[in-house]
């Protein structure tokens, strides 16, 4: 449905930016620990005091990708992390052929 809308042209600005994933927000350290279970890799870490200005908390809302595409996440973490690291390792350059 998402799809559906965005190709039929109901949008008539240049670009409109939606919010994807859980709808829960994820610490650092869990995202560490889903990107080695993905990889298969220990990621080395340094635990450092938070500095002054860090935010204790940022989130992103996917209420609008929700309500107006229609759109709800169909996987967790661990699976997108999972997916994100075997593109990377079969696209080396990205969306490019070479450097």
Do not use: H
């Not at 809308?5 to 650092?28: D, E, F, H, M, P």
């Amino acid at each position: 449905m998402a799809n559906k809308k965005l190709r039929l042209g109901q949008y008539r600005i240049c670009c409109i930016a939606y919010n994807l994933g859980t709808g829960s927000g994820k610490s650092v350290l869990e995202m560490v620990a889903a990107f080695e279970k993905a990889s298969g890799k220990k990621i080395p870490i340094k635990l450092c005091p938070r500095r002054p200005g860090d935010a204790t908390a940022v989130y992103a809302s996917t209420e609008k990708a929700q309500k107006e595409l229609g759109r709800k996440e169909k996987y967790g973490i661990t699976e997108m992390c999972r997916d994100q690291w075997k593109w990377a390792r079969n696209n080396l350059w990205g969306y490019q052929s070479k450097p």
